[in-house]
T-cell receptor, first 111, second 114 residues
Framework: SQQGEEDPQALSIQEGENATMNCSYK?????LQWYRQNSGRGLVHLIL?????REKHSGRLRVTLDTSKKSSSLLITASRAADTASYFC???????????FGKGTLLTVNP | ETGVTQTPRHLVMGMTNKKSLKCEQH?????MYWYKQSAKKPLELMFV???????ENNSVPSRFSPECPNSSHLFLHLHTLQPEDSALYLC?????????????FGPGTRLTVT
């Protein structure tokens, strides 16, 4: 069954605004990853956060993890039109080999 | 570019055809993956190879046949496909097989089965 579920399904903002996407999951995890996918292309890895970490930053990206609530959020600050893409969270669900992806959040940043 | 290439980028095939998808990674990774991405569905893992050995087959129908001759190359052989197999097929690699590694994806092959 689907492990990670992103919310909202779609988000439309103006350039310069911040975008927040959430991911909820059902079972315990060792780590959680966020990926970006531009339309019809492959996924690009953004950040991996381990279960003993609460927050990680990478440039304009900030990821938080709350294992007690089984949720994670991805914040993109000062968004740009080039940030328009689908964003996916992926969890291991305690498994060794398998990453399970959610359906994604489609972010549209309007110029 | 992520260091993972896929060919062809687009493929249209009839249900009786046989075709192959090719993936190559230039990252020195030991693990390679095939995923299927259909509209409005989560990315589905199909196969995992680690050091050329298959470690995961996610209940994929036998009309999809993977081949991994070495750690840098991965093929997906297709035969007698169904229209519902139309999707974006993504290849990925990682340093080793495992959900604790970040995965590097190719651009995908857009497959249409007519």
């Amino acid at each position: 069954s689907q492990q990670g579920e992103e919310d909202p399904q779609a988000l439309s903002i103006q350039e310069g605004e911040n975008a927040t996407m959430n991911c909820s999951y059902k079972t315990s995890i060792n780590n959680l990853q966020w990926y970006r996918q531009n339309s019809g292309r492959g996924l690009v890895h953004l950040i991996l956060i381990r279960s003993n970490e609460r927050e990680k930053h990478s440039g304009r990206l900030r990821v938080t993890l709350d294992t007690s609530k089984k949720s994670s959020s991805l914040l993109i600050t000062a968004s740009r039109a080039a940030d328009t893409a689908s964003y996916f969270c992926a969890t291991d669900g305690g498994s060794n080999y398998k990453l399970t992806f959610g359906k994604g959040t489609l972010l549209t940043v309007n110029p | 570019e992520t260091g993972v290439t896929q060919t062809p980028r687009h493929l249209v095939m009839g249900m009786t055809n046989k075709k192959s998808l090719k993936c190559e990674q230039h990252l020195g990774h030991n693990a390679m993956y095939w995923y299927k991405q259909s509209a409005k569905k989560p990315l589905e893992l199909m196969f995992v190879y680690n050091f050329k050995e298959q470690t995961e087959n996610n209940s994929v129908p036998s009309r999809f046949s993977p081949e991994c001759p070495n750690s840098s190359h991965l093929f997906l052989h297709l035969h007698t496909l169904q229209p519902e197999d139309s999707a974006l097929y993504l290849c990925a690699s990682s340093p080793n097989a495992g959900a604790s590694y970040e995965q590097y994806f190719g651009p995908g092959t857009r497959l249409t089965v007519t």
